[in-house]
């Protein structure tokens, strides 16, 4: 049984077709790739799911129930969450207390600020953030705000992530580090995970199967083997002669 199923969602914003009746699932605990070139869909399908953005067609089934309709806030309490290309951290609060406020708005129920801290303690430490769990947010690094961001959206205690990018602007040496990161979280947490990521060869190296899109249509999906000789996909990022 699906985790998550996308059953040929649309949607249009004036005259452009941003996504056109896109349909796959997600099982639980998979690792799954959106791979496309910019203003393929992607970015605006994961809003989709996550309940920012209405659908003019189609639905999110997340654990067999329907999300059509219901508020991000709403989604996020019942298990997704997202983490952004562009972070945008509680400025202003530490970085222990970023995490304690997503705590407080997923799924998991806290009883005491005591046990919301014990819980965001050991995500800080899985992310490598113990060190400056009492800095303010905005005086961390590029790269410790990437891993804040993805923190925040495992503190929520969600079943499935919403990657957008979020190794944009690191460095080789660090995009590695968060590679086996991700891994890392995601063998220990069973997480399922949905990831956008310009660099294929992470995205390939990550992910358990890929999803393609193109003018928000997907062409193709399957293991990263298969979609790299895919003859559309080639056509697509290479032109005819591939």
Same mark, same amino acid.
């Given at each position: 049984m699906p985790l998550l199923e996308v059953r040929q969602v649309s949607k249009q914003f004036g005259g452009v077709r941003a996504v056109h009746e896109v349909s796959f699932e997600v099982v639980a605990g998979e690792i799954v790739g959106l791979?496309?070139?910019?203003?393929?869909? %992607?970015?605006?399908?994961?809003?989709? @799911?996550?309940?920012?953005?209405?659908?003019?067609?189609?639905?999110?089934?997340f654990e067999q129930h329907s999300l059509r309709g219901m508020t991000s806030d709403a989604v996020c309490r019942r298990g997704i969450a997202r983490a952004f290309q562009i972070v945008k951290p509680f400025a202003g609060m530490s970085v222990l207390d970023n995490l304690i406020t997503a705590a407080y708005f997923g799924p998991i129920a806290l009883r005491s600020r005591e046990q919301a801290e014990s819980h965001c303690r050991d995500v800080l430490d899985e992310f490598a953030l113990t060190d400056v769990a009492e800095r303010l947010?905005?005086?961390?690094?590029?790269?410790?705000? %990437?891993?804040?961001?993805?923190?925040?959206?495992?503190?929520?205690?969600? %079943?499935?992530?919403? @990657?957008? !990018?979020?190794?944009?602007?690191?460095?080789?040496?660090?995009?590695?580090?968060?590679?086996?990161?991700?891994?890392?979280? &995601?063998?220990?947490?069973?997480?399922?995970? @949905?990831?956008?990521? &310009?660099v294929m060869q992470a995205l390939m190296r990550l992910a358990d199967r @890929?999803?393609?899109?193109? &003018?928000?249509?997907?062409i193709a999906?399957?293991?990263?083997? !298969?979609?790299?000789?895919?003859a559309r996909v080639l056509e697509v990022y290479f032109g005819e002669a591939a």
């Open positions: 791979m496309g070139a910019n203003g393929a869909g %992607k970015t605006t399908l994961l809003a989709l @799911i996550a309940g920012q953005v209405i659908p003019d067609s189609g639905d999110v089934l947010a905005s005086s961390l690094t590029l790269s410790e705000q %990437k891993r804040l961001e993805l923190a925040r959206a495992v503190a929520s205690g969600a %079943k499935l992530l919403l @990657i957008d !990018e979020v190794m944009a602007g690191l460095t080789p040496t660090e995009v590695a580090a968060m590679l086996e990161r991700l891994r890392a979280v &995601h063998a220990r947490r069973q997480l399922t995970m @949905i990831v956008i990521e &310009h @890929i999803v393609v899109l193109h &003018h928000g249509e997907c999906q399957g293991a990263p083997a !298969e979609v790299a000789r895919d």
